[in-house]
Each structure stands twice: as structure tokens, then as C-alpha cells.
């Protein structure tokens, strides 16, 4: 079974950047697309980042695009999103995903705020 582990998470201040990482086990991580998947408060999951298994293609939704870049080290079967320009908007869980599924692991916080 899939098991996720996002750390790097935090307090910034708008404008700041954080990067956040995803140790995946438990499934063939060089051969499956990923992506970002975050949760505000009180909303709810709003998907935010694709990555093919090779790295070759990737998506982003448009409130990130342009500030976040996806990215994965299929060696260390980690999973990566550099964060820049951040906003309060941004503040919430943000969690890694098997592209296409609901299964996530228990997330990392990150809040935005002054």
C-alpha cells in the first residue's frame, strides 16, 4: 500500500518561499505520475500540481502557475514543490498523491501570514 510523508512545511511571510518534500514508499515511484493536491481551511481539496513519472510533462492550476514549480528525484522516491511569492491563499494542508487518487498521507501545514 501507497504511504506518503510531506515535511517542510511552516509559518512565512507573504512574498517568502518554502519547498516542500514527499517520501514515497510502498509503490513503483519511477513509474507513477504524482502530484500536489493542498486543503484551505474550511474548503475543500483543491488540486494544484501534476508530474509525469519521467518528469517530462508537468501542470499546474492557474491560481499557482507561475510561483510553484513540481518537481520529483526518482532515485530518493521523493517528491518535490518549490513555493515562491507566496500568499495568504496559499495558506493550508498540502499533501502528495498518486496522480488521480484520494489516498494521501498525513500532509504538511503551511501558513502564510505577517
Known amino acids: 500500500q501507497a504511504h506518503f510523508v510531506e515535511s517542510g512545511g511552516g509559518l512565512v511571510q507573504p512574498g517568502g518561499s518554502l519547498r516542500l518534500s514527499c517520501l514515497v514508499s510502498?509503490?513503483?515511484?519511477?513509474?507513477?505520475?504524482m502530484s500536489w493536491v493542498r486543503q484551505a481551511p474550511g474548503k475543500g481539496i483543491e488540486w494544484i500540481s501534476y508530474i509525469s513519472s519521467d518528469s517530462g510533462a508537468t501542470n499546474y492550476a492557474d491560481s499557482v502557475k507561475g510561483r510553484f514549480t513540481i518537481s520529483r528525484d526518482n532515485a530518493a522516491n521523493t517528491l518535490y514543490l518549490q513555493m515562491t511569492s507566496l500568499k495568504a491563499e496559499d495558506t493550508a494542508v498540502y499533501y502528495c498523491t498518486k496522480a488521480g487518487s484520494t489516498t494521501r498521507g498525513q500532509g504538511t501545514q503551511v501558513i502564510v501570514s505577517s
Open positions: 510502498g509503490l513503483t515511484f519511477s513509474n507513477t505520475p
